[in-house]
């Protein structure tokens, strides 16, 4: 059983950065592939990136490659999404998520079977 807590959202203007952060609990996180997935207003829950477990490996939706960073830190059971050059189209709730599995290139949300509660990206033109 895996928790997560997503922290890390607000308000940011276009051209801003933000990072966010998720918590997980127990004891084999790094058995995780873990993932962030984002769902704006009207729109279906979207694919952002994933990392496997050992943090070597990592997996971008076009939308925000060479913007966004994934990491993972196993020795404080968090992963990150450092977020760059922000959009007004990138305003959504980011979702962090796990899977049990070694195949990191997972961008189906339900191949993830923990989710945390969201946080709020909001950026303004």
């Known amino acids: 059983q895996v928790q997560l807590v997503e922290s890390g959202g607000g308000l940011v203007q276009a051209g801003g950065s933000l990072r966010l952060s998720c918590a997980a609990s127990g004891r084999t996180f790094s058995s995780y592939v873990m993932g962030w997935f984002r769902q704006a207003p009207g729109k279906e829950r979207e694919f952002v990136a994933t990392?496997?477990?050992?943090?070597?490996?990592?997996y971008y939706a076009d939308s925000v490659k060479g913007r966004f960073t994934i990491s993972r830190d196993n020795a404080k059971n968090t992963v990150y999404l450092q977020m760059n050059s922000l959009k007004p189209e990138d305003t959504a709730v980011y979702y962090c998520a796990a899977a049990s599995s070694t195949y990191y290139r997972r961008n189906d949300p339900n191949e993830y079977g923990y989710w945390g509660h969201g946080t709020q990206v909001t950026v303004s033109s």
């Open positions: 990392i496997s477990g050992g943090g070597v490996r990592t």
